[in-house]
């Protein structure tokens, strides 16, 4: 297989730096909508509503809607079940905890996905993934402090079942990805959310003042925008070159907690946080190794 040029590798890493920062600002604009007194129900809605247009528009301009018919529509309504569970769980960790916390603890997640796949799809994982879960596992102690934390326990809590959903969410895509392309993925987990939400909004929506409705069209704007740049970058670059990216999050997590709500991460979170990185760069790392191994293998055996 050959490798992407360079200039497709340039532009899928400046791609999913859109992406982290589009991220990073949804995080904080669902932050501050809670302070506004926005409900978890209608930052969902609003996340998924907005993105609706942006959406359908790339559909309808590039591949078409004959594209993202499917023949796994359970597959898809199990994947929303989960994204959606997901996406409310970050949401929550962003308004219990500070931004950039909040931000590290998610970095968690190629950790969890590490456990689930050996756990759940009985996966072999070698000595070097596990030591590498060992790291990671070590850098959230440092970050959290337990016992002598100031962040609220709860915060914390749901952090981490939040990453894992979102581990669990990985490997579903990964596995409805064998037969689906990632926009008919996308498509569906919006129609499939969006819908439902909507018809429940007359009931659980409430009034707002400008401001509060300008800042929940910023929030699905920022939501599809970062999908949708996530999708691209995938399509023009490997996973081991766009995933580090990521991890840009936490510089702009922190200057925007700073800027906009006063706060600054603790000492410990800049100890503990590159042992958490290090540990997901490591996982993505020996993951991409070994498959590039195994399709190898398969084809000196054709």
Not at 10 to 33: G, Q
Not at 196 to 202: H, K, N, Q, R, T
């Amino acid at each position: 297989m050959t490798s992407a040029p360079a200039e497709r590798r340039l532009l899928a890493i400046l791609l999913r730096l859109v992406t982290a920062l589009a991220l990073t600002a949804m995080f904080a604009i669902v932050k501050l909508a809670d302070a506004h007194g926005v409900t978890l129900f209608e930052s969902l809605f609003y996340r998924q509503a907005l993105a609706l247009p942006l959406v359908l528009g790339v559909v309808g301009w590039g591949p078409g809607f004959r594209s993202v018919r499917t023949q796994r529509p359970g597959a898809h309504v199990w994947r929303t079940v989960l994204g959606m569970t997901g996406m409310a769980l970050n949401f929550l960790t962003f308004t219990l905890l500070p931004i950039a916390e909040a931000t590290v603890i998610l970095f968690t997640v190629p950790i969890f996905a590490t456990i689930l796949s050996a756990v759940v799809l009985k996966e072999p994982v070698g000595p070097h993934r596990w030591s590498a879960v060992i790291l990671g596992f070590a850098g959230v102690l440092i970050v959290v402090q337990p016992g002598g934390s100031t962040l609220p326990p709860e915060g914390i809590a749901v952090g981490l079942v939040a990453a894992t959903v979102v581990s669990a969410i990985n490997i579903t895509l990964r596995q409805i990805g064998r037969t689906e392309s990632a926009t008919t993925t996308v498509f569906w987990f919006t129609i499939l959310s969006a819908l439902p939400f909507g018809a429940l909004m007359p009931v659980l929506g409430k009034a707002h003042d400008g401001w509060t409705f300008g800042l929940l069209f910023a929030l699905g704007l920022m939501g599809g925008l970062a999908q949708l740049t996530s999708t691209a970058s995938l399509r023009l670059a490997p996973v081991s070159v766009v995933l580090p990216i990521d991890y840009s999050s936490l510089v702009w997590s922190a200057l925007i907690g700073w800027l906009v709500f006063s706060t600054v991460p603790s000492p410990h979170l800049w100890l503990g946080a590159p042992l958490i990185i290090a540990s997901g760069l490591y996982i993505v790392y020996r993951e991409q190794k070994l498959h590039r191994e195994r399709t190898a293998g398969a084809v000196a055996t054709d």
